[in-house]
Nanobody, 114 residues
């Protein structure tokens, strides 16, 4: 079982930057993939960014060129660098890990004001 804890959310003005962190309870080396999802009020949860075991990444079209996912094996952590934030990025952001099953963090709120 994988436990995930997110941090780094908060309130930011449009155009600003935030960095989200996700700490895993164990080694992330063997995970099939890790990613970030978000859910805005009244909307379905959607994929933001994902990184596979082999290092391949994919991003939602809405964040390409603005967000970057990365990982640190030594710290068992994955990060989401969010630049040029927009009000439509406002959502609860969830860390996800895949190892046979899906594992989720508790979520961290990101609010972008115009």
């Amino acid at each position: 079982q994988v436990q995930l804890v997110e941090s780094g959310g908060g309130l930011m003005q449009a155009g600003g930057s935030l960095r989200l962190s996700c700490a895993a309870s164990g080694s992330i080396f063997s995970l099939d993939a890790m990613g970030w999802y978000r859910q805005a009020p009244g909307k379905q949860r959607e994929l933001v960014a994902r990184i596979t075991r082999g290092g391949g990444t994919n991003y939602a079209d809405s964040v390409k060129g603005r967000f970057t996912i990365s990982r640190d094996f030594a710290k068992n952590a994955v990060y989401l660098q969010m630049n040029s934030l927009k009000p439509e990025d406002t959502a609860v952001y969830y860390c996800n890990a895949v190892q046979g099953a899906d594992y989720w963090g508790q979520g961290t709120q990101v609010t972008v004001s115009s």
